[in-house]
């Protein structure tokens, strides 16, 4: 196909050689992320410059014989190179048409016959005119090849791009029959120009290959995009669990399954104009929800507070959130599970372990723990705190009187009135029995005083009724202690008890205060008392605290009872009597 005229001068050398660049280029950008698609363009590029070295050889042949020398070698070397560019024209051609290589053996086969024809006709049986036709041939089948294979693509993977390229080498196919069968050649005065145009048609063509490529796969992305999100919808449709898709760019929500409709009194007609933030109740909770999402990009089993806009009344849900992809777009995909009636077990176990059965109060053992917590808050910022002891008076007559329902009636009106009586940050408890113990934070000893008068008061006013419609009124004796005497709960519950001994002591219905003095006494007689325990103790002693265990014990136990039994019945005989 090269003509050797695009070596007789300078510009038409660099035109042809600046166009074949050309197609250079473009088959690094068609080739770029690429797998197999484009491979038979390299067969087409290196065919080409080939066969443009074919050329080069044709013109040193006639430059040769100008001189007078032997120009065999470099017909030889043209033709060589002439069948070596058809073979790889015909290789992309049939890379282009069945998507394979042809095997290794044909293709040495055909490049042999042909090597053997033209050593034939140039060295052993010299003949011109077999030269000549070998010369047009061998390009002839080479581009017929590369039209058929172009064309047969026009309608698969490149359609536009492969049916310009499929054009351009059926024209120069057309031009070269024309050639060998020598229409209308003798007419036409320069041909050095076609091979340059062919290049920037081919070049032209690989880049629209690659744009028919790009939008076939786009296409392709596209149908299986969309066959992905069906498959998301029908899981999401089918799932038992309510399931939300949202945009996180906006937070609005996408896609919303029948259980999340019901559950979150979503309209699904209106779904655009929710967004997922709209459902927390708690804005620290969804905060914590974004900050692992950020870091992890999938969160399971993230507990979460909802309100729905039917309902003010907030409830618990199981959350599992990932980051997927979703119609073109990232998304939040969240799982639901309704806990709340697991949350509200939980709070029922809590409450029943911090609270007091009879009188809803809290225990001995929260009041103990929390008041330690206050305390080491209260003395980080110096602030005073107080204990009071209440105890009810006379409470056995109560019971014995009226009986223990009544009894407990009394203790329930003296947990509510306590209750009603101190603040919110106060903290009231059972302590046992008819014992009740309240710290009140902020306050010292004479403000506490103030507040357990006025609570002994209040408590003295109630009245409950017996079964029999008879009132029943009761009062309590409180002793006050405060951080002026101690910053250790267990001595300030021991001292405010104190003070409540004395409050008994001294009539009861009343208040006592239990002072820094007070303390130094208290001190004192302690250390009387564990100094007299102290003399009074031997080590030998010890053993009486130890029981020893023996096989007989219920034996001996068991005739001990038979005696005792036998002893008393006369006596009891005598009683009767």
Not at 64 to 76: D, L, M, R, T
Not at 104 to 112: D, K
Not at 143 to 172: D, H, N, P, R, Y
Request: glycine share 4%; net charge negative; proline share 3%.
């Amino acid at each position: 196909m090269g003509s050797i005229e695009v070596f007789a001068q300078s510009q038409y050398f660099f035109t042809t050689l600046l166009s074949l660049a050309v197609l250079f280029f473009a088959g690094i950008y068609a080739t770029a992320g690429q797998d197999k698609l484009f491979a038979p363009l390299w067969f087409l590029f290196i065919g080409l410059v080939v066969d443009f070295g074919a050329a080069a050889a044709a013109y040193g042949s006639v430059s040769v014989y100008a001189e007078g020398k032997s120009i065999e070698g470099y017909v030889f070397l043209e033709l060589l190179l002439s069948l070596s560019a058809m073979i790889f024209l015909a290789l992309s051609a049939i890379r282009f048409m069945v998507n394979g290589v042809l095997l290794n053996w044909v293709v040495a086969g055909l490049w042999i016959l042909g090597a053997m024809a033209a050593s034939l006709f140039i060295f052993i049986i010299p003949n011109g005119d077999v030269v000549n036709q070998m010369r047009q041939i061998f390009p002839l089948a080479g581009f017929a090849c590369l039209a058929a294979g172009l064309l047969s693509q026009s309608s698969k993977e490149f359609k536009s791009g492969s049916m310009l390229a499929a054009l351009a080498t059926s024209v120069i196919v057309t031009v070269l029959v024309c050639k060998y069968c020598g229409f209308f050649i003798e007419k036409i005065n320069s041909f050095w120009y076609i091979p340059a145009l062919l290049y920037v048609l081919l070049a032209l063509s690989v880049m629209m290959m690659k744009v028919d490529a790009l939008n076939q796969r786009l296409g392709k992305s596209a149908k299986e995009i969309d066959k992905y999100n069906k498959k998301i919808e029908e899981i999401i449709r089918l799932s038992p669990f309510p399931i939300i898709i949202s945009r996180l760019g906006d937070d609005r929500l996408i896609l919303a399954n029948n259980n999340a409709v019901k559950l979150l009194g979503i309209n699904p007609r209106e779904l655009e104009r929710y967004r997922l933030r709209d459902f927390f109740a708690d804005s620290d909770n969804r905060q914590l929800l974004t900050e692992r999402l950020e870091s992890e990009r999938e969160v399971q089993d993230f507990e979460v507070l909802v309100k729905t806009p039917l309902s003010d009344t907030p409830f618990w849900l199981l959350a599992s959130v990932n980051i997927i992809d979703y119609n073109y777009d990232v998304a939040l995909y969240s799982a639901f599970q309704d806990i709340t009636s697991r949350k509200n077990r939980e709070a029922l176990l809590k409450n029943q372990a911090i609270r007091d059965p009879l009188t809803s109060l809290y225990n001995r053992r929260y009041f103990e723990d929390e008041v330690n917590k206050r305390i080491l808050e209260a003395k980080a910022q110096d602030l005073p705190y107080t204990i009071l002891m209440l105890d009810a008076d006379h409470f056995k007559n109560v019971n014995d009187t009226y009986g223990h329902k009544i009894g407990d009636k009394v203790l329930i009106e003296l947990a509510t009135t306590a209750e009603r009586a101190l603040r919110d940050n106060d903290i009231v408890a059972r302590y046992g029995g008819e014992e009740f113990v309240v710290f009140l934070p902020g306050i010292h000893a004479e403000q506490g005083k103030i507040v357990a008068d006025r609570l002994r008061d209040s408590i003295s006013k109630q009245v409950v009724y017996s079964d029999a419609k008879e009132p029943v009124t009761f009062t309590v004796s409180i002793g006050v202690s405060s951080s002026d005497v101690s910053d250790n709960i267990d001595t300030l519950i021991k001292t405010a008890d104190e003070a409540l001994y004395k409050a008994k002591q001294n009539g009861r219905n009343r208040v006592e205060v239990f002072t820094e003095e007070d303390l130094k006494a208290f001190t004192a007689s302690s250390q009387v008392e564990h100094k007299d325990e102290s003399q009074n103790h031997h080590p030998v002693f010890d053993k009486e605290n130890s029981e020893e265990i023996s096989l007989l014990d219920r034996v001996e136990a068991v005739q001990i009872s038979n005696e005792d039994t036998q002893i008393e019945e006369p006596s009891n005989q005598k009683e009767s009597k």
